[in-house]
């Protein structure tokens, strides 16, 4: 019996109890869904919920009343061995080894959509993040939410939700110009401009720039600026792009902020929220009055120049993610960036979202590893890709997705490169390939999964491996809601240990000349259901499960 068939039965016995006049409730009340979780003990059974405490102010009655109602109920349903009542209501039901162990064929036959929800069915999110200056690689201070936001939108879609992975290129205003100046420097053998760009990569791109146009270095410097910008851009994107496929992490969409300049985005903003009453002429400045909204201070949004400030493109570049369709908007943003919160739920209040609703902004802590070393093309920075050619990909993500964002970080390399126990990558990633490398031996001693008897798999560590792949699903449903990727990492350390504590007490190959029976056929399938359970989890994190270590 798996958490969500549990849950069903719980739902229904309330809403019989309900239409049989036992319990004052409207039909409407009862949830269609039961919360479910494992109890802290697991001598109190193998489950339990609190919807007693939950529904007895409406029905009239008091907590244990209508436990008991539900428990008499409860106990009639096939697979339900015991149900208790504690405390001020809780109730604790256990089920039988049978009604277990079914869970192992059932994770099977489910594959990769086990794990899988509809907690956010109907939800449309855009999430941005990493969203680094085209001016330079991705560096350390990136490497947390590419881990991080990837993770996120991958239990988001596990969850139901459609996400949108997007990344924001800061490609307007006068960074691009010292950027370019920069390159252009390089390319005539000058120092770079003050409050430049250093750093070996700058060259390199001069000479790419150069590749691609041969008489750059002919052109004035008025003329050369333009075309320098443009193709040291490009190619710096490029290889922005690169590493963030070697890191695993895809985004949907790449949006330029210059295209919401040259489109008239901006003008078009002002004009939106001038409609709506909450812009202002002040000193020759158009402003937006934030203050109505919890910010802390009225923004300009043109100054008085006639220059839009970079408030004015995050207002239109949210009236663009609203236009689009995307009724959750979700931000990811570096330790610097608190000032940030206000000022973008002020401009979703001022663009008639609701901000507890309509936007989210989620602030990442710093990340530092003990031993890195500064980037040799880039000089003042510590790059992500020398952290993945170092490192790895897997052990970066999975170290990177174990934390809440919220918790500054250091990570231990020689940790992360140690090949036993204490490495929490190595331990859950070893666990997924002793399980394929059992499968291997016990099809070559002749196991299949032609029979499954589920009331074979009574042995402790049995029932005890079984709970907590039946309790996944609902980890993967809370990293969801709470955007904690770190609750599915943790998860499958403790599915990891429980395997191998069931690897070293219960056989699935029959010893010598033994005959294969069917609890060797049946634990295959545990074996194969806990291999996959980990592949699922591994897969939301952004790391490989490998086959063999």
Not at 90 to 112: M, P, Q, S, W
Not at 156 to 171: H, P
Not at 305 to 327: H, M, Q, V
Request: net charge negative; charged share 25%.
């Amino acid at each position: 019996m798996t958490p969500e068939e549990l849950s069903l039965a719980i739902s229904a016995c309330l809403k019989d109890a309900v239409a049989a006049g036992e319990i004052a409730l409207s039909a409407s009340a009862v949830p269609d869904v039961v919360r479910v979780e494992r109890p802290k003990n697991r001598e109190h059974g193998d489950w339990a919920t609190n919807i007693a405490l939950q529904l007895a102010k409406q029905a009239g009655t008091n907590p244990r009343e209508l436990a008991t109602i539900l428990s008499a109920r409860l106990k009639s349903i096939n697979g339900v061995s015991a149900v208790d009542i504690a405390g001020p209501g809780f109730l604790n039901i256990t089920v039988d080894a049978a009604a277990a162990g079914a869970l192992a064929k059932a994770i099977v036959e489910a594959g990769r959509t086990y794990g899988t929800n509809s907690a956010l069915a109907g939800h449309t999110v855009n999430m941005e993040f990493v969203s680094a200056n085209p001016t330079g690689p991705l560096h350390i201070g990136h490497t947390r939410w590419a881990a991080l936001g990837d993770a996120i939108a991958r239990v988001l879609r596990a969850s139901g939700a459609e996400v949108t992975a997007e990344y924001y290129i800061n490609d307007a205003g006068t960074q691009m110009n010292v950027f370019a100046h920069s390159v252009y420097n390089r390319l005539h053998g000058l120092p770079v401009p003050d409050g430049g760009y250093p750093g070996q990569y700058i060259a390199d791109l001069g000479h790419e720039v150069l590749t691609e146009h041969p008489d750059i270095r002919e052109l004035t410097e008025v003329a050369a600026l333009p075309v320098i910008r443009a193709a040291a851009y490009k190619a710096q994107m490029k290889d922005i792009k690169s590493t963030l496929a070697d890191f695993g992490v895809e985004f949907d969409v790449f949006f330029s902020e210059q295209e919401l300049h040259d489109a008239g985005a901006i003008q078009s903003a002002v004009a939106r929220l001038r409609e709506q009453g909450h812009v202002f002429d002040d000193g020759g400045a158009v402003w937006l009055r934030t203050t109505d909204f919890g910010d802390d201070k009225d923004r300009v949004m043109i100054r008085a120049n006639g220059e839009p400030t970079y408030f004015a493109a995050d207002a239109a570049y949210y009236l663009s993610k609203k236009d689009r369709g995307f009724t959750e908007k979700i931000y990811l943003l570096g330790a610097d960036h608190h000032g940030y919160i206000n000022r973008l739920k002020a401009i979703a209040a001022c663009a008639g979202d609701d901000p507890d609703r309509n936007i989210e902004v989620l602030i990442g802590q710093l990340v530092s590893v003990n031993g890195a070393k500064l980037s040799k093309r880039a000089g003042n920075i510590i790059e992500l890709k020398d952290l993945i050619d170092w490192l790895g990909k897997d052990a970066v993500r999975y170290s990177l997705a174990r934390f809440p964002a919220d918790s500054p970080l250091t990570l231990d390399p020689d940790l992360l490169k140690k090949h036993s126990n204490e490495n929490p990558v190595f331990y859950v990633q070893y666990a997924h390939a002793r399980t394929r490398g059992a499968a291997r031996n016990a099809v070559a001693a002749g196991v299949d999964r032609s029979a499954f008897n589920a009331s074979l798999l009574d042995h402790a560590t049995e029932n005890e491996l079984l709970s907590y792949l039946g309790s996944y699903p609902s980890i993967v449903a809370k990293a969801a809601e709470l955007r904690e990727p770190h609750r599915v990492a943790r998860h499958l350390e403790v599915i990891a240990g429980a395997y191998h504590r069931w690897y070293d007490a219960c056989r699935i190959a029959p010893m010598g000349d033994e005959p294969v029976t069917d609890v060797n056929r049946t634990r295959l399938w545990l074996n194969d259901a806990t291999s996959q359970v980990l592949a699922n989890g591994l897969d939301l994190l952004g790391v490989s499960a490998p086959e063999r270590m």
